[in-house]
C-alpha cells in the first residue's frame, strides 16, 4: 500500500490507511463511508463540499480512512478524492482535542475547507480557472 496518496510540487498526503491495522482502516467509495461515525463528526462538511463540488462537476468518490485510539480518544484521519484526482480533501485529527487539520486541494493548491465552503459559486468556479490557467 503506498504510503502517499498525492504528490505533487513537493507537496504530499499521508495514506491513512497505511498507517493503522486493517481493522481500522476504510479504503473504498464516498458513499459507503460513515463520515458520523465514532470519532469522526463530518457528515455536514461532507454533504456541503459534496454539493459544492457536485455544482462543478467534480464530486468526491473514494475514500482512504484511518482511526486509532490515542490516550483513550478516537482519531480519525481520512483523504478523499474525485475521480480525475484533481479535488482532495484531507482531514487529520491532532492528538491533542480540537486540534487537526481540514484542507481542500484543488488541483494542488491548498485551501481550509472553511474558506472554500465560504465562497459562492461564481468565487469557486473563478478560483478553479485561475488555478488552472497559473498551471500552464
Do not use: N, P, T
Given at each position: 500500500m503506498d504510503k502517499y496518496i498525492f504528490k505533487k510540487e513537493g507537496k504530499k498526503i499521508k495514506n491513512p490507511c497505511a498507517f493503522v491495522s486493517n481493522e481500522d482502516a476504510y479504503c473504498g467509495p464516498v458513499k459507503d463511508f460513515l463520515f458520523n461515525s465514532p470519532g469522526l463528526n463530518q457528515k455536514n462538511n461532507f454533504n456541503k463540499?459534496?454539493?459544492s463540488l457536485t455544482e462543478i462537476n467534480m464530486p468526491l468518490t473514494y475514500?482512504?480512512?484511518g482511526k486509532e485510539i490515542v490516550n483513550g480518544r478516537i482519531r480519525s484521519n481520512f483523504v478523499c478524492k474525485d475521480d480525475e484526482d484533481n479535488i482532495f480533501w484531507y482531514k487529520y485529527d491532532g492528538i491533542s482535542k480540537g486540534s487537526g487539520q481540514n484542507y481542500i486541494y484543488i488541483f494542488g493548491d491548498k485551501m481550509k475547507l472553511t474558506s472554500w465552503l465560504n465562497l459562492t459559486l461564481e468565487d469557486r468556479i473563478t478560483l478553479i480557472n485561475?488555478?488552472?490557467?497559473?498551471e500552464i
Open positions: 463540499l459534496q454539493e475514500v482512504w480512512a485561475k488555478i488552472k490557467e497559473s
